[in-house]
């Protein structure tokens, strides 16, 4: 069975005991929008609200602790023919044991991280932050 959005907020709130004021203010303001008020959070537990953002999801995955496979693919924000199952199965494979080796990981060297020192510096910045070489004990 598949539930809606507007389902899983909705049980989700119910078993916290939240009404929707304090799902719109766990949700806080977005940054695409400037509130979601609890106007919005009734119409989104009722199936009436269809403008779903990505940072609504994320916000109402963080609040409720939804699960995060279901609710992307009950809020429809899912490729086409991707499932819950399929997300969760690739979640298990991303976050596996063998995912990060000691090996695998490569930290940047001292020239590649000065040159985004200089990359990312302000125009105008009169500091010259530059990369300092440890010094041997």
Do not use: C, Y
């Not at 009722?46 to 609504?56: A, V, W």
């Not at 602790?65 to 399929?86: C, K």
């Amino acid at each position: 069975m598949t539930s809606t959005i507007g389902d899983l907020v909705d049980r989700a709130a119910r078993a916290r005991g939240w009404g929707d004021q304090r799902v719109a203010f766990e949700i806080g303001v977005l940054p695409s929008e400037k509130v979601f008020n609890a106007t919005q959070v009734k119409r989104l537990r009722r199936g009436e609200r269809q403008n779903l953002s990505h940072e609504l999801i994320q916000r109402l995955i963080d609040a409720l602790r939804l699960d995060p496979a279901e609710a992307w693919a009950a809020a429809g924000l899912l490729p086409p023919g991707t499932t819950a199952d399929m997300l969760r199965k690739l979640d298990l494979v991303a976050t596996g044991t063998r995912a990060v080796s000691p090996g695998s990981v490569r930290f940047p060297v001292a020239s590649e991280l000065d040159m985004l020192i200089r990359r990312n510096r302000r125009r105008g910045d009169r500091r010259h932050l530059h990369l300092v070489k440890p010094v041997a004990a």
